[in-house]
Every structure is written in C-alpha cells, then in structure tokens.
C-alpha cells in the first residue's frame, strides 16, 4: 500500500484526499512540513510514498501521471512529491534538514543529484493557489479541461504507423479504457494478443481456403489488442518488468509462428515455401538489427547532426511526406494488415513473395539513408554507444580469442566483419553442399570477426558490424538448408533461427534498458554468432554421417533452453528495467 501524506490540514471543501485515495493510497495528515517529515520516517521504508500540499488543485490526471509511474525513482508535479524505495533515503534527508513544501523538496532532491521526473501535463492543471481568488481560478481551470479526454489521446503513442493511427487508434483506445475499468492488466492482454495470434497460425496451418480468411482476421485482431495492451499501460500507468519483458519478445514470436504456420499450410496444399519462410524471418530480423544498431550508435552522441538528417526534418514539415516515409518502411501495422489481406485471399507463397519484395526494399531505404547520415554527419560516439555496439555482436569464445590477438589496429570493423562474412557466405553459395572447403572459410570468419571487435567500435560505420554478423549467421543457416535437400532441414533451420533471434531480440532490450549485455557466461555457452557459425558448416560437411536436420534440431532446443531460461531469469527479477517502446512500432 502507497502512503500519501499531506504537508497540512486539509482545505474544506477539497476532494483531494478521495482523490488520492482513488489512486491507491493511504491518506494520513500532517500539521505542518515538520509532522509530515516524521510521519515520512514512519512509513515502510519499502513502500513508495508521497508529500502532498494540501491546497493542491488540479486534475486527477495530473496527480495520477505525478504519483504513480513506477517507472521513475522520484517524480513530482507543482504540489505533490512522490519517491519509491530507492529515493526514499534521500527524500527522508532531505525533509529531515530543511523541512518544507513538495515544491521546495522536490528540488532539494535535485541538487542532491536524484532524477526527479517531472512528466509533461500539457493543458491539465496542478497547481498550488495561495489565496481564495487564485483557487477560484484554478477550479475553473480544473473545470474548463476533459481530463478522461486527454488520458485517452495521451495513450496512443505519439508517434506510430498510417495504419495503426487510423484504422486501429481510433478505437483501440477505447477498448484499452474497457479494459482498465474491468481490472485487467497490460500483460493479460499481451498475452491474449500472443495467443490469438498462435491460433491465427494453427488455422494458417490447415492449408484450406476458410483457415486463411480465419487466419487473416484473427492476425488483425491479434494487432488489435497488441495496440491495446500499451495503450492499457499508458492509459494507466501499469508499466511493470514483466510487461517489458512480454512487450519486448512476444510481437516477434506471433509474427515467426505466423510465418511457420503459412509454410505448414502451404505444405498442406502441395507447395514447400519454408525456404521462403525463413528467408523472411532472417530478412525481417536483420532490419531490426540495423535498427537497434544505429540507433544505440548514435543516440548520446555529441555532435549528432548531418545534412541528411536536416533534409529529413525539413521533410517532415510537409505533413503527407511523413506518412509517406513511414509507409515505406513497412512497419508492423503495414506489414501485418499486408499478410493478413494477402492470407484470406491468395496463397503463402504470394504472401511471402510480396513480404520479400517489401521488406527488402524498406530495409534497403533505410539502410541508405542512415549509412549517408553517418558519412555526412560529424558526430562523437561515446564509450557507451561503443560497448553496446560490442554488446550487440554477440561474440563467443573463438572470436574473443582472435580479438586479443588484434590489439585494435584492424580498421575499419565494418569492412573487417564483412569481408569474414563473404568468406563464409561465398563458399556456402557457390561450393557444392558438404564440400570441406566450407570449414577453411568459416574459420577465417570467426577470426575476423573477432578482429572486427578488437577496438572500440567507434568509426563512423561501426554500427554496421552487429547487421553483419547477422547476416553471416543466419544467411550460412538458410543456404546450407536450402541446398542440403533434406527433408526436415528447412524447417529445423528456422526453429534454429528462431531460438537465436530470440537471444539477439533479448539482448538488444537489455541494453535499451542500460542493463547490458546478457552474462558472458550465456554467451560463451553458446557459443557466439562465430562459433555457432562454424558448428552449422562442420554439421553441413558431415552431413553424409549426421543426420543435418536433427543436429539442427537439437541445437535449436539448446539454444533456446538455455538463452529462454536465463531470459526469464533476467526478466522477472527486480533489477530488469521496465522498457516500454514509446516510438514507431518496428
């Protein structure tokens, strides 16, 4: 239970003690800034509280966006403080030594150096009235602004897709509301969003006419509620570990089980498209990829303009050219209102056919125009950027090996790792499958890529390191499956796939969320992009001895155990950041 406590007697006539209490805190009354620090020392150290002036005015919302973020350490708006755990020490400090108002310890709090977040209220109103005119004003204030109606704009992400921002925001929103007035929670509806999604894709798998029309609107409803459920968590501020956990890996799991379900169908109907199937997921992932890479490269960097990037803002002040850019691109709204249209009315292959051509063209305008705001920017990347860059190749013990051998004075990274990638890639494309020619080739790029990191990845194309050592990985994947002619190969593959995409997808939420990386222990276990790389070649050239797709199979199963099980690990203690995508949806 939060504790709120009031800095003084209560005004008459004021809601504000029901109003806190609306809000799931205890209300207890203090006679002046002094009691109130007492009773501050009394309450559970372990339980968030707030300092509230009892003349506050303003909208609930206010308090509610002040007082209950459980994002944030220490948050304050005009009037009312609140601190959870780990800012109550010096809260309780700071209203010990100078006793006074929540505005006044607020910034005491600021100069002692904790982060007081202060969210932006826009029209609603808080403030403080210090006499019976200025109070007037401000109930009228209060009166003259739909509180519920901001809560609900303010829900939907400020920046989104065509699609979701017109065909699904608009009552999504709502259905969020029902939602909150009914006790759900944001991560039941994740969960009911993953699971409707994992039905669309059993009925994708019948391979019947009726399974894909059913298939394609239970896949938009699965989007549906994949708006709703952080819409839910804006809504009402039910931000937790656990929701940023699901957030972060379940929009991946629905749109792969997807793709598996359509190759399933497909099979069923007399056409194999796994290679199609795969290809997807490896393509799609590795956008995410270059997303995730240049965006950590650049984010905290000083200096961070460019003439791209100038022509882009102008661009944006052109209202149809930014709906534009972000059609093209192909985000998740798109993409899947694409493949659920093209599932009720033609068939996998079309599906995957349109959702190549799609992708590969947004991941090729993308990839262009962030390359160019690299060339032309004058940026300093910070050790920070530098380490998440290196966080994100996902190096094992063989490229850590060659990396001490480096010493850093391979430059530049990126055209280090992409020539390990075409060493690897080549003689994959053009060697006859099983050709032990394959292993020289692979071993060169697990000692280049390990070269490739051996120094701060600091250069102006850097970022690119972690995409390519995707691409090598997942591409050595899918060409040996595809050539191997086995049966059961390519659909092991993309269970393979899959469970190290999930590792890399953990990874790179960890580190939105300034955790890190995954231990090296996880990742030396299994085995690196590097290692995993070469163990796929060798498996390929002994495939007249191994049986390739339970091999790959098996991998599968370990990687996805062992990187599943320190994920959830991860995720459900305490120290897991709450990270909440608040962009455009990917």
């Known amino acids: 239970m939060s504790t709120a406590i009031l800095t003084g007697p209560p005004v008459p006539g004021s809601s504000l003690e029901g109003e806190l209490r609306s809000l799931g805190f205890d209300v207890r009354s203090a006679a002046d800034p002094s009691q109130a620090a007492r ?169 019947t006419r009726g399974g894909y029309v059913a298939a394609g609107l239970l896949l938009l409803f699965s989007f549906v509620l994949d708006c709703t459920d952080g819409q839910l968590a804006r809504y009402s501020l039910q931000y937790s570990t656990m929701g940023a956990w699901l957030d972060a890996t379940f929009d991946r799991a629905k749109e792969y089980a997807y793709y598996a379900g359509l190759a399933l169908g497909a099979i069923r109907g007399g056409d194999d498209v796994w290679a199609l199937a795969l290809g997807a997921m490896v393509l799609q992932t590795c956008r995410h990829v270059v997303d995730f890479s240049f965006n950590e490269a650049n ?130 494309l053009v060697l006859p499958f099983g050709d032990w020619r394959l292993i020289p080739g692979a071993v060169v790029y697990a000692g280049l890529s390990g070269l490739a990191v051996s120094g701060p990845l600091k250069g102006a194309l850097d970022w690119l390191v972690p995409p390519v050592f995707r691409i090598a990985e997942y591409c050595t994947i899918l060409v040996l499956a595809v050539k191997a002619d086995l049966a059961g190969a390519l659909p092991a593959a993309f269970g393979l796939v899959a469970a190290v995409a999930y590792h890399h997808y953990d990874t790179v939420y960890r580190i939105k969320g300034g955790t890190g990386a995954p231990p090296a222990r996880l990742v030396r276990a299994i085995g690196g992009h590097e290692g995993r790389t070469l163990l796929v070649v060798v498996l390929a050239t002994l495939s007249a001895t191994v049986d390739l797709p339970l091999a790959l199979t098996v991998l599968a199963v370990v990687i996805a155990l062992v990187a599943g099980a320190e994920s959830i690990r991860f995720w459900v203690s305490s120290g897991a950041p709450a990270v909440h995508d608040e962009g455009e949806t990917a």
């Open 299 to 428: 984010h905290d960097a000083t200096g961070n303009t460019s003439p791209t990037a100038a022509l882009s803002d102008k661009l944006d002040s052109v209202g149809w050219t930014v709906w534009v850019r972000r059609m093209i691109v192909l985000p998740i709204g798109e993409r899947w209102a694409m493949i659920a249209v093209l599932t009720a009315f033609t068939t996998p292959r079309v599906v995957f056919y349109a959702l190549l051509v799609g992708c590969a063209f947004a991941a090729c305008y993308t990839t262009a125009g962030r390359v160019l705001r690299s060339l032309t920017r004058r940026a300093t990347r910070t050790d920070r950027a530098a380490q998440a860059l290196a966080d994100l190749a996902d190096s094992g013990p063989l490229a850590e090996l060659a990396a001490g051998a480096g010493g850093g004075r391979w430059k530049p990274a990126f055209v280090v790792a992409g020539l390990g990638a075409l060493l690897v890639l080549v003689p994959a």
């Open 39 to 207: 009773l501050l020392d009394e309450t559970p150290a372990g339980e968030r509280v707030a300092l509230v002036d009892p003349r506050f005015v303003g909208h609930l919302h206010s308090l509610r966006l002040g007082l209950t973020d459980p994002r944030f350490p220490a948050a304050a708006v005009t009037g009312a403080l609140t601190a959870q755990p780990e800012a109550r020490a010096a809260l309780s400090r700071a209203a010990r030594t100078a006793p006074g108002s929540p505005d006044e310890l607020a910034a005491a709090l600021d100069a002692e150096g904790v982060a007081v977040q202060r969210p932006e209220l826009g029209s609603l109103v808080a403030a403080v009235p210090a006499d019976t005119a200025s109070r007037t004003a401000a109930e009228r204030a209060v009166a003259a602004v739909d509180d519920e109606a901001i809560r609900l704009r303010t829900a939907v992400k400020s920046r989104d897709g065509f699609f979701t921002t017109y065909c699904v925001s608009p009552y999504s929103r709502y259905l969020a509301r029902w939602c909150a007035r009914r006790g759900f929670t944001p991560n039941q509806v994740t969960t009911a969003s993953l699971v409707t999604a994992l039905i669309a894709a059993g009925c994708a798998a019948t391979g």
